[in-house]
């Protein structure tokens, strides 16, 4: 029975799948609790039951541009309101009469302080409702509340600048129950052709903000296709400036034109101050760039894609760099991470000279083969390969050496310091299996020329 009497609360963020969460706001009617045990036991009778029942929407297709979008429900939640006697709304200052909403663009939000996926989300609807306000479009968001107590609600609330529905357990839970609301957060565009719950509207407004408005299935397969072009072939303009920034920054704070990127090969950099693992690649990536300016000059460069958490972290992060960065401020940041699918940090993405993506796998072939890798093509790495094997057949698989007691065989390792020279190296080495001890193949050579005839450098 706790099982029944609990709520589901799903969270979908850019950087990770959906989260599930079992809160117990309160008890679920009989009749609800009884359906839901209905389910359990016969689910394909149940389904059926409920395709039968009336839709709180009437999806139609959208007709016109893409921003275009039939609001059909709006008349009717004002009066949903008045059968329930709602005369007022709340605002964070005043009694707001709901006559005011007539002819507004109207979303319904459900959410609830005790949820920590709601708290999260909560900034991000602001910021699109802020946006959209400022833009001049008539919308209007209406909170109807999961809390448990007015003081929860109260609490939840003052970080809103849209109205609510005055607290009160009975009444929020008929809205919940006839827009069928079984996980929160859930934003509920009162509009034909709306993204629905189940296709992840809270993520589409995570995702591209402002831009998924009007909330339609249309715009949403639309903002898609623009992040397909821009991934498969990108215009460096387009792809890291926006309709008010054109440049880039240097690390002392010069304002570098994108275009200047034009023609060159170009990497993305995903990371952080804050990310141990992005704070050692950062050297190894630096020992690369420096190493591929001072050999072929001007064409190739970087930019840092931030994901530190403020502009502090920022300024710090960058000030270790020698090249460009996407503005902290800017929501590109954010829109090349979507674009890209970038799940995790460090990460490096190559575009080439043409503007097309050569590898999403940056990382690897830079912590591998360094400036060697340039101009960091599926190919270039296949011949790196094919010469590392090469190397390795003319290398004898063991050999002794006269610094060291044991036999020593030949290995590959990503990264190790020889024994004798006291140096970096990496690839092939002569391994002992006894102890923890390395040498380069040139070492080898050195003192004892005899038992190998190879060089390695």
């Known amino acids: 029975m706790q099982h029944i009497q609990s709520f589901l609360t799903f969270h979908r963020s850019a950087s990770s799948p959906f989260v599930l969460e079992t809160q117990p706001p309160y008890s679920l009617s009989l009749s609800l609790s009884v359906a839901v045990l209905l389910l359990m036991l016969q ?65 319904l939000f459900f959410s609830a302080n005790w949820c920590r996926p709601c708290r999260a989300f909560t900034p991000h609807l602001v910021e699109l409702y802020e946006a959209l306000r400022k833009r001049g479009e008539n919308l209007e968001i209406i909170f109807i509340s999961f809390d448990r107590d007015d003081d929860g609600f109260k609490e939840h609330f003052k970080r809103m600048p849209w109205l609510a529905v005055p607290f009160d357990v009975n009444l929020h839970r008929k809205f919940i129950d006839r827009y069928r609301v079984d996980r929160i957060p859930s934003f509920i565009p009162l509009c034909s052709d709306a993204i629905t719950v189940e296709e992840d ?35 460096m303009e387009e792809l890291l400036g926006n309709e008010g920034r054109n440049f880039l920054i240097s690390v002392d704070d010069r304002k570098v034109p994108i275009a200047e990127l034009t023609g060159k090969t170009v990497g993305l950099y995903f990371g952080a101050y804050w990310s141990p693992p992005c704070c050692a690649f950062t050297l190894q990536l630096a020992n690369a760039y420096n190493n591929l300016k001072a050999a072929k000059g001007d064409c190739f460069e970087i930019v840092l894609i931030s994901t530190d958490r403020d502009l502090m972290e920022f300024n710090v992060n960058r000030s270790s760099m020698s090249w460009l960065a996407v503005p902290f401020e800017d929501r590109t940041r954010h829109d090349l991470r979507r674009i890209f699918g970038i799940k995790g940090i ?86 002992c299996d006894v102890c923890d001890y390395d040498l380069h193949p040139s070492c080898l050579e050195k003192v004892n020329e005899k038992l190998i005839d190879n060089s390695y450098t």
């Open 43 to 107: 689910p394909q009778g149940l389904n059926k039951a409920f395709k039968k029942r009336e839709q709180p929407f009437n999806p139609a297709p959208m007709a016109g541009l893409n921003f275009e979008a039939t609001y059909t429900d709006n008349h009717d939640i004002l009066k949903i309101f008045t059968d329930e006697g709602v005369e007022f709304l709340l605002s964070s200052e005043e009694k707001v009469p709901v006559s005011d909403c007539d002819g507004k663009i109207i979303g």
């Open 201 to 235: 509207l809270i993520g589409c407004i995570e995702d591209y903000g402002a831009d998924a408005f009007p909330f339609t299935r249309k715009r949403h397969e639309e903002l898609k296709a623009i992040d397909q072009r821009k991934r498969e072939e990108a215009n």
């Open 346 to 431: 460090p990460a490096l993405v190559f575009i080439g000279p043409d503007g097309k993506v050569i590898s999403v796998n940056g990382k690897f072939m830079v912590s591998s083969y360094g400036a060697e890798a340039f101009p960091f093509t599926e190919s270039r790495i296949r011949d790196l390969e094919a010469a590392l094997r090469k190397e390795g057949e003319a290398l004898p698989p063991e050999v002794v050496d006269v610094k060291h007691e044991h036999v020593l065989k030949l290995d590959m390792a990503k990264a190790y310091v020889c024994d004798s020279c006291k140096q970096q190296g990496k690839f092939w080495t002569f391994s």
